[in-house]
Each structure stands twice: as structure tokens, then as C-alpha cells.
């Protein structure tokens, strides 16, 4: 038997925001193959109490995954990106290169 591989999404704010507004957040584990990941600074940027506690569920209910930014170099690009975009948008970017 062959096992399909894992494509790792890291997803920024706004696509979580959308999904939760139509109420399809469950679509990303919904998807063969795929694995959505949100880095924990885009966690933070999540601040409205309803989507917080539904972000929170689908962690629990392993339909996303959230990851810390903890490797030194990981951490170092981090902070040069923000320099020039979004916290959001530099967390995923940072995850992405350091996942390949």
C-alpha cells in the first residue's frame, strides 16, 4: 500500500478568516493530501473571540496544525521579513523556506 505524501499549506489570516465567515474551515482537512498549517504568529493575528474559539477547535480536532518559529535561522529570517511585510505574512513565509 502506498501513502499518499503530505503537501504542507501555511496559511495566512485571511484565508482562515474567509473560511470561517462561509463556515468551511473543515474543507482543510477535507482535502487528500494536503496538510494546512498555520505558524502562531498568524494565530495571534486571529482576534475576534468567535474565530479565535474556532480556529482553537480545529486545532484540537487536528483540521489545522499551529507551529512555533524556533529554529535560530528560522527566527532570524522572521526578523528580517518583518521589516518589510506583516508579522502573518513573514511567519508563513519563514515556515514555507524552512519546510522547503
Not at 478568516?17 to 494546512?36: E, K, T
Amino acid at each position: 500500500m502506498t501513502t499518499t505524501p503530505q503537501i504542507i499549506v501555511v496559511t495566512d489570516a485571511n484565508v482562515l478568516i474567509n473560511l470561517m465567515h462561509v463556515a468551511r474551515l473543515d474543507l482543510c482537512s477535507r482535502l487528500p493530501g494536503y496538510q494546512f498549517v498555520i505558524p502562531d504568529h498568524v494565530r495571534e493575528e486571529i482576534t475576534d473571540a468567535n474565530q479565535r474559539m474556532t480556529l482553537d477547535d480545529a486545532v484540537v480536532r487536528s483540521v489545522v496544525r499551529i507551529e512555533a518559529i524556533t529554529d535560530l535561522s528560522a527566527v532570524t529570517l522572521f526578523i528580517e521579513l518583518i521589516a518589510h511585510i506583516g508579522r502573518g505574512e513573514a511567519a508563513c513565509l519563514t515556515l514555507a523556506i524552512e519546510r522547503g
